[in-house]
């Protein structure tokens, strides 16, 4: 494993002695977010993990290496390199890994390397998930199919709401992984609060979440755990104003013929260049929010 993974020294130090850590999605950072902008919420994504006692580790390919955990000047640089990199998903890792390039990862490629790394935690923006028409198109994220594989809790703001929300939760009910909402009932939607869908669990703190997977694992309920965190109110965009400005994005997508993996990247890209600084202040607030609470979780853990 020493071969292909590079923990930064912090990390290192974190493992050797027993602190809480978290491992955050690069993608929604560095891809979703415009340079200089995305080196500043990454920054500011560290200083809140710290904060509250726990070590960040931005999970990278950089240059034929796993990145666990990412220095100042590696940022800046990966920031730099937004519109250049590969995504990578559990299946473009090792493709990746062999060219010697650059890739961000999905939430699906961070749960693996969390996983193999030992990091209970995840943090992310929103979880992919089932497509709308998927029924034709059998289009579904392997977010999905790793959140069942991998024994970690994903901390995010829902689903994607380009996504079919309703489908979403029937897979990962198949998938018996368990889904809570943080001091709500109500599925949230990316960057909106209401769905519409009620969460088949509420808890109202990072103890009895951390109880929960203890207790999972106790039983050897071999899945992962869903946190969904509501985006906060002063950053939220207007549900309905969202969906039809996604329903507009699928007829566009439609049109100009984006099938497969382009298809998540175009409506996203459609959604945030419709809805303007909103979205792209919606999405920064949501990956800060969602780190702390991680941290917040990874210490709760280690207790």
Same mark, same amino acid.
């Given at each position: ?87 990578a998903s559990r299946r473009e890792i090792p493709l990746i890994l062999a060219k010697n390039e650059f890739g961000v990862m ?42 069942? %594989?991998? $024994?970690? =809790?994903?901390?995010?703001?829902? +689903?994607?709401?380009? &996504? ?5 939760? /029937? ?55 869903? %946190?969904? $965190?509501? =985006?906060?109110?002063?950053?939220? +965009?207007?549900?309905? &104003? ?5 329903? /507009? ?27 303007g600084a909103d979205s792209m202040d919606a999405q920064k607030n949501m990956i800060i929010d969602n780190a702390a609470l ?10």
């Amino acid at each position: 494993m020493k071969e292909y993974i590079d923990y930064s020294a912090e990390v290192l130090d974190a493992i050797q002695n027993n602190k809480p850590l978290i491992a955050i999605e690069t993608g929604g950072t560095f891809e979703g977010i415009p340079y200089p902008e995305n080196v500043e919420t990454a920054k500011r994504v560290m200083e809140e993990v710290r904060k509250a006692g726990a070590v960040p580790a931005y999970i990278s390919i950089m240059q034929g290496k796993i990145k666990v955990g990412m220095s100042d000047a590696e940022i800046e640089d990966f920031g730099k390199r937004r519109g250049t990199m590969a995504k990578a998903s559990r299946r473009e890792i090792p493709l990746i890994l062999a060219k010697n390039e650059f890739g961000v990862m999905t939430l699906a490629a961070t749960m693996v390397v969390a996983s193999l790394a030992d990091i209970p935690v995840v943090s992310g923006g929103g979880l992919g998930g089932v497509h709308r028409g998927a029924e034709v198109t059998m289009d579904i994220s392997s977010d999905l199919e790793e959140i069942a %594989l991998r $024994n970690v =809790i994903v901390v995010c703001s829902g +689903v994607k709401s380009i &996504l079919d929300l309703n489908l979403t939760m /029937e897979y990962l009910e198949t998938k018996s992984v368990p889904v809570v909402g943080y001091k709500t009932e109500e599925m949230p939607a990316y960057m909106a609060i209401e769905s519409g869908i009620k969460l088949p669990c509420q808890m109202d703190s990072v103890e009895e979440v951390a109880k929960a997977y203890q207790i999972k694992n106790d039983l050897g309920i071999d899945t992962g755990m869903i %946190l969904m $965190n509501p =985006i906060s109110k002063e950053y939220a +965009v207007d549900a309905t &104003l969202m969906n039809k400005v996604i329903d /507009e994005a699928i007829e566009n997508s439609k049109k100009d013929k984006v099938k497969g993996k382009a298809i998540t990247g175009y409506l996203m890209k459609y959604v945030k260049e419709k809805m303007g600084a909103d979205s792209m202040d919606a999405q920064k607030n949501m990956i800060i929010d969602n780190a702390a609470l991680a941290a917040n979780l990874s210490f709760s853990l280690k207790k």
